[in-house]
């Protein structure tokens, strides 16, 4: 039998990956090792009463009473706190969906490649701020990673196993977000419900800002550079305001091949559940000649200034992604706290990377994960100074 661990587990990709799981035998087919949450404990525990877990984890330490009086009389173990959850990844599982949000996502999918697992990588922070370090903690341990963004799950199955040698391009389509028809001087007044609306996915509300500003298809860029090591000019970036066509794979010898779904993320994480084989799944299928037409377009660089940045983060290299990265996340907090408009965010990002490269330190490849939770830390500090508000660095 299977053992799978789920991180974000409450999440948007979570409650995807718990609602596949329970479509394909739930506990009768898989041993659950670890079910992890931030603070939703009633949700963490349905669902743990649900598949019997080893261990349910709440990431928010004060809500652990509370967690272990719900799985009170259940038998399974209960723990609380980011230590909590980093240590339930130590646990060996065959296969690990690492979901959680934002870089607080990245010492867990980290610690779970030490047991050689299969990861299933929805976190693509984990990618920004350390692919390096991942890619190569995989290659040590011998853990394979499969992304389960949409688009790197397309990329992954277009190219089919070939050579990266013959692959050209790397064409990651993006729907343009709430605001792609928006006269531009109206951006500066977006609200947060507003761009908390996205046209064609369902997803939480932190990666559908993220959609909204593009810094979404920025980290994305950046987390196919990191996980095809593909160069970053051969990155290319198209608004596909369908969500039809996931990404495009180009060769060399002038063949394209692309990758088509309904916009369900159940798709990418059911292949990633599967893999290498494929199992039926319960998303929609395309009936192409009722679509009609696919359009495409070039990105607006004005619109979505975010995609800039992230080519400059790439030149940079080095820990130039952690910064990126905790910037944007201060940036969309205080944008989700109404302290600065939605067009401040990419401002504030390129404020900090000019900053910390006035400081030489940004160029230095990370040695460690210590490197980058520094940078993480350093970067969310100097972003809440150019904000003027109050340092959360303890994020992570
Ligand atoms: P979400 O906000 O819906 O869920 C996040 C999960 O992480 C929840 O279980 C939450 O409780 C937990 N969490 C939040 N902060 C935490 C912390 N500090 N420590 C531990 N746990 C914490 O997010 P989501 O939309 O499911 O996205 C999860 C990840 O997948 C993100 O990296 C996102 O970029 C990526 N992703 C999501 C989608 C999507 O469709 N939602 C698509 C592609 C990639
Ligand atoms: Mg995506």
Do not use: C
């Not at 130039?320 to 706290?337: M, R, T, V």
Request: aromatic share 6%; no cysteine; glycine share 10%.
């Amino acid at each position: 039998m299977r053992s799978l661990s789920i991180f974000g587990a409450t999440g948007s990709i979570g409650e995807s990956t718990f609602d596949l799981i329970q479509r394909q035998g739930g506990r009768a087919s898989y041993r659950i090792v670890a079910l992890t949450a931030g603070g939703n404990v009633r949700r963490l525990a349905e669902q743990a009463r649900s598949l019997r877990p080893e261990i349910a984890v709440i990431a928010d330490a004060a809500k652990l009473p509370a967690l272990r009086e719900a799985l009170a009389g259940s038998g399974i173990e209960t723990a609380g706190g980011a230590g909590a959850v980093a240590e339930a990844a130590l646990r060996p599982a065959d296969w690990v969906m690492s979901a959680i949000v934002g870089a607080a996502g990245l010492v867990p999918g980290f610690r779970a490649l030490s047991h050689g697992t299969t990861l299933a990588l929805a976190n693509k922070e984990s990618l920004v701020t350390a692919g390096p370090l991942l890619m190569a903690e995989a290659r040590r341990r011998g853990a394979t990673i499969l992304p389960v963004d949409s688009e790197h799950s397309a990329a992954f199955q277009a190219l089919g196993g070939e050579d990266m040698a013959a692959v050209e391009t790397v064409t990651l389509t993006a729907s343009g977000g709430a605001f792609r028809d928006w006269p531009l001087d109206r951006l500066a007044q977006a609200t947060v419900a507003e761009a908390s609306t996205h046209p064609n996915w369902a997803m939480g509300q932190r990666i559908t800002i993220d959609s909204a500003s593009m810094f979404n298809k920025a980290l994305e860029v950046i987390e196919a550079h990191e996980y095809f090591g593909i160069a970053p000019e051969r990155i290319e970036v198209l608004v596909h305001p369908e969500s039809l066509v996931h990404a495009i794979v180009g060769f060399r010898d002038g063949g394209m091949i692309g990758h088509l779904g309904a916009p369900d993320m159940r798709h990418a994480i059911g292949y990633a559940l599967n893999w290498p084989e494929r199992a039926a799944l319960p998303v929609a299928r395309l009936k192409l000649a009722e679509v009609g037409r696919l359009t495409f377009a070039a990105p607006d660089p004005a619109r979505y200034p975010a995609l800039g940045l992230a080519r400059a983060v790439m030149a940079t290299g080095g820990l130039a992604g952690a910064a990126f990265n905790a910037a944007k996340e201060s940036a969309l907090d205080a944008f989700i706290a109404g302290r600065i408009r939605f067009t401040d965010m990419a401002g504030v990002v390129e404020r900090v990377l000019d900053r910390l490269t006035g400081q030489g330190g940004l160029e230095k490849r990370p040695a460690s994960l210590d490197m980058v939770l520094d940078m993480d830390r350093s970067a969310r500090r100097l972003a809440a100074e150019a904000m003027g508000v109050p340092a959360d660095a303890e994020r992570i």
